[in-house]
């Protein structure tokens, strides 16, 4: 039996990633109106809402002691933090030729490099990247007697009605070889037993300016185009956005604007 292990990725409608969006705000609104009382004034609460939208945008996200501390503080003293968290790092003059770049891209490429107008594109990971041959193998094999994994690590499937659980290794012992195979599997089934569901995470494809422009700048990684270390090749950014350089993020779902990516890849 052989398996040709396919990658797929499923593009996102824009209702799609507008619903991820509005889940985002939500949440984040949620957060809002756990620390609001009633004798606060509305400019007090529009000046908490900055806060804690600020932490967002720096990619710090917001923690339990976040909240807990704003209650306390003044007005100024929110103000203050929230200009130093949404502090780009960018000069004006930077920022400005980053614009320029932008502009230059369009001039010369009319609708951008991903011909749409759509500055980014999401796409869902393929469910069965983290899968390893004999699991696929196994997969098609009990798909023809109308079963389905429901564990693989701990060795489980289901009838198709749902209703019945039964131990792979039962199902499959008249294949001697591939139960031998799932037996030796051990390795990758301890392996996905620790990974995080991939639907929890996204691909991102983008050729916006801020997005090229912060590709090492406040990331949980730095590299020589941060402007968080002066290794001077930050410089080149205006270059790499005039030029059609696309980004590639890894985020999760319940981060559609990019706060907090977990990796990227530069595409020139």
């Not at 051990?186 to 916006?208: H, I, P, W």
């Not at 300016?209 to 410089?235: E, K, P, V």
Request: charged share 30%; net charge positive.
């Amino acid at each position: 039996m052989s398996v040709e292990k396919k990658t797929s990725l499923n593009y996102l409608s824009s209702d799609e990633v507008k619903q991820l969006k509005d889940k985002f705000r939500n949440n984040v609104e949620e957060k809002l109106l756990s620390v609001i009382t009633d004798d606060m004034s509305e400019e007090y609460i529009k000046t908490i809402r900055q806060y804690i939208n600020a932490h967002y945008l720096s990619g710090k996200g917001l923690c339990e002691s976040d909240l807990d501390s704003i209650a306390g503080r003044s007005m100024a003293a929110l103000k203050f933090n929230t200009k130093s968290l949404a502090n780009p790092l960018f000069s004006k003059q930077q920022r400005q030729e980053n614009l320029n770049g932008a502009k230059n891209k369009f001039t010369k490429l009319g609708r951008g490099v991903l011909g749409t107008n759509q500055r980014r594109l999401y796409f869902e990971l393929d469910p069965d990247a983290n899968k390893s041959q004999t699991q696929l193998k196994i997969e098609e094999l009990l798909e023809q007697k109308d079963y389905k994994i429901i564990n693989y690590s701990k060795g489980y499937a289901t009838d198709k009605f749902g209703k019945q659980q039964f131990k792979i290794g039962k199902l499959i012992k008249e294949d001697a070889m591939l139960l031998k195979e799932f037996q030796q599997d051990e390795k990758a089934r301890k392996s996905n037993q620790n990974k995080s569901d991939q639907s929890e995470y996204l691909l991102v494809l983008s050729d916006r300016a801020t997005d090229i422009a912060y590709m090492a700048t406040r990331r949980s990684w730095f590299s020589c185009m941060s402007f968080d270390h002066n290794l001077g090749y930050q410089y080149q950014l205006p270059a790499d956005i005039e030029h059609g350089s696309l980004i590639a993020y890894l985020i999760k779902k319940d981060d559609p604007n990019i706060y907090n990516p977990l990796s990227r890849v530069t595409i020139k």
